[in-house]
């Protein structure tokens, strides 16, 4: 079973940056394709971006393509999210998930193992 932590949320202005870090523990990093999601107050948790095992296929949600860019590094065990231009409608709770079966889903339900979620607050 693998544990997944996030890592990087924060405050930022609209226009800026930040990189989003999910370390995984437990298991087989390599074994899983990844996903972020987020989920805003009072809203239904929402598809991010995805990404394969190998690093090679990736997957985004039309709200963020072309501005946050998915990746991971399998050596250590890490995904990432760099989330450029933030905009207000960015703010959320983010969380990583991992997914044993398919190979890039944007379904929540697709996915077996979540984190505890990170923060992002983007000030207008």
């Known amino acids: 079973q693998v544990q997944l932590v996030e890592s990087g949320g924060g405050l930022v202005q609209a226009g800026g940056s930040l990189r989003l870090s999910c370390a995984a523990s437990?298991?087989?990093?390599?074994?899983?394709?990844t996903g972020w999601f987020r989920q805003a107050p009072g809203k239904e948790r929402e598809f991010v971006a995805a990404?394969?095992?190998?690093?090679?296929?990736?997957y985004y949600a039309d709200s963020v393509k072309g501005r946050f860019t998915i990746s991971r590094d399998n050596a250590k065990n890490t995904v990432y999210l760099q989330m450029n231009s933030l905009k207000p409608e960015d703010t959320a709770v983010y969380y990583c998930?991992?997914?044993?079966?398919?190979?890039?889903?944007?379904?929540?339900?697709?996915?077996?193992?979540w984190g505890q979620g990170t923060q992002v607050t983007v000030s207008s």
């Open positions: 998930a991992a997914d044993v079966v398919y190979s890039v889903s944007s379904r929540l339900r697709d996915y077996d193992y």
């Open positions: 990404i394969n095992r190998s690093g090679g296929s990736t």
């Open positions: 437990g298991g087989t990093f390599s074994r899983y394709a």
